[in-house]
């Protein structure tokens, strides 16, 4: 009896209180089972071609497919084409949401190369990108306060690493010099010049 309720404890400790995993895999896809998990899958993300065409091919390879190859390509053009996958406007979103958090422009255009966004669609975004540099820089000294929002003006090394630490969030190196070489409570409106 003992040993029977320490094995079932083991079994739900082991599987982190989980159900067991299904025995029999999943039926292989066809096109028309696709086509559904792409719609579930734009319903539920923001997302890019790119990331679409990815989720979907991974979808095949764990899967299979019951049918010739299906067309992954055109499922995404339709999808794009019908407005349901974006790319411009999910760029515009994350470029602002990265923005309001602070990071620079090297950052964002990293963000939006890495989710698909190329070509027309990031030239398009890169005016916007550049028109919120000072604030996005601002946000981001505010938020880890460096320079006009510390406490005490740093000494030396402190402001190095300030520097540094704006450096890798994607601002450029004379922002980041200038925000870090401000006196605490000092106006950063010059930066607007």
Do not use: C
């Not at 003992?2 to 739900?12: C, D, E, G, K, T």
């Not at 899958?41 to 990815?54: G, M, N």
């Not at 422009?105 to 963000?111: I, N």
């Not at 450096?167 to 607007?192: C, K, M, N, V, W």
């Amino acid at each position: 009896m003992l040993r029977s309720i320490v094995q079932n404890r083991m079994a739900v400790w082991h599987n982190h209180g989980a159900m067991p995993r299904r025995l029999t895999p999943p039926p292989p896809l066809d096109a028309a089972a696709l086509e559904r998990l792409a719609l579930r899958y734009v319903e539920r993300y923001a997302t890019t071609r790119a990331k679409l065409a990815a989720y979907l091919a991974r979808k095949l390879r764990e899967r299979g497919s019951a049918d010739a190859m299906p067309d992954i390509e055109g499922l995404v053009e339709r999808f794009a084409n019908l407005g349901y996958v974006d790319d411009r406007a999910f760029g515009e979103m994350r470029a602002a949401a990265m923005a309001r958090r602070g990071l620079g422009a090297r950052r964002v255009g990293q963000a939006l190369y890495q989710a698909g966004i190329d070509g027309a669609d990031a030239e398009a975004l890169a005016p916007e990108i550049a028109e919120r540099r000072v604030d996005s820089a601002i946000a981001f000294a505010r938020r880890k306060r460096i320079g006009p929002f510390s406490a005490v003006f740093q000494e030396r090394e402190v402001r190095e690493k300030h520097i540094a630490a704006m450096l890798r969030a994607g601002h450029d190196f004379a922002i980041s010099r200038a925000i870090a070489g401000l006196q605490p409570g000092e106006d950063t409106q010059f930066l607007y010049e």
